[in-house]
């Protein structure tokens, strides 16, 4: 069976899927990426579907959980490059793919990952002021 | 299958449908039908050129079919989109099943 590599750049995995997406490959790249997020320690996920020419709503329900498992994991995932006639043929099957976030590109989903932290960032100072005014 | 799509000018969105949809099927006859035949045809109206996919299995058949084409219904476990999500993405779609016989379902796409 092939697999997808999983490339690890700074604090984020990226996947990039340039094979077809067989059952069995979504299930063994669901299994190795949950393994590298606990091996690494990343808080991002980019996976790279540009190269992929249908999602059916097997894949799409993997990519879901994929999500789904490395939220729990502590990590975010972002799906980039998703061809129009795929984005169509999703909702026209029914499956919106929620809780998952899409950027464009690998690029832009580099940049939403990226912000993410910073609004964690000001989220805590956020929450530190009030305890502040509270001791004050 | 995307050959036959290409081969009768397909729309790139209707051969990504028509590949889906198919996908979904086929895995539908190989999960509850325990496997099956494919047969694909270019079709031909007075006005237009299309692809029909056959699928057919020997099967369980559908007991209730109005339940097993409705959004999110699934006896296996998947999210219950397969026939439903078929049917939406084809131009033509006809189920043709009977309890302990078996399944065939017949999928056109024609072209716009």
């Known amino acids: 069976m092939e697999r997808v590599p999983v490339l690890k750049i700074g604090d984020i995995l990226l996947v990039s899927i340039q094979i077809d997406m067989e059952d069995q490959v979504a299930l063994q790249l669901q299994e190795d990426l949950a393994e590298r997020i606990v091996a690494t320690g990343v808080h991002g996920v980019i996976i790279d ?7 059916d709503s097997f894949v799409g329900r993997t990519l879901a959980a994929i999500a789904s498992v490395s939220r729990v994991l502590d990590a975010e995932t972002v799906v980039v490059g998703m061809r129009p006639a795929v984005a169509i043929t999703l909702v026209e099957l029914g499956l919106s793919l929620p809780g998952i976030r899409t950027a464009l590109n690998v690029e832009l989903g580099i940049a939403m990952l990226g912000s993410r932290e910073t609004v964690d960032v ?3 100072e956020g929450e530190t ?7 004050e | ?17 028509i590949v889906t949809a198919a996908s979904e099927l086929a895995r539908n006859t190989l999960v509850y039908g325990g496997g099956g035949e494919v047969e694909v045809t270019r079709v031909h109206n007075d006005r237009r050129a299309g692809i029909r996919i056959v699928f ?17 219904y699934t006896t296996g476990g998947g999210l219950g989109l397969g026939l439903s999500g078929a049917r939406r993405l084809v131009d033509e779609f006809d189920i043709d099943t009977e309890p302990g016989k078996g399944t065939t379902i017949t999928i056109v796409k024609w072209c716009r």
């Open chain 1, 49 to 55: 579907i540009s190269a992929l020419d249908i999602v």
């Open chain 1, 122 to 124: 000001l989220g805590d």
């Open chain 1, 129 to 135: 002021d009030p305890a502040v005014l509270t001791r």
């Open chain 2, 1 to 17: 299958m995307r050959t036959v799509a290409v081969g009768v000018k397909l729309s790139l969105v209707d051969q990504t449908k």
């Open chain 2, 56 to 72: 057919a299995d020997q099967g369980p058949g559908i007991v209730d079919l109005d339940l097993a084409l409705t959004d999110g």
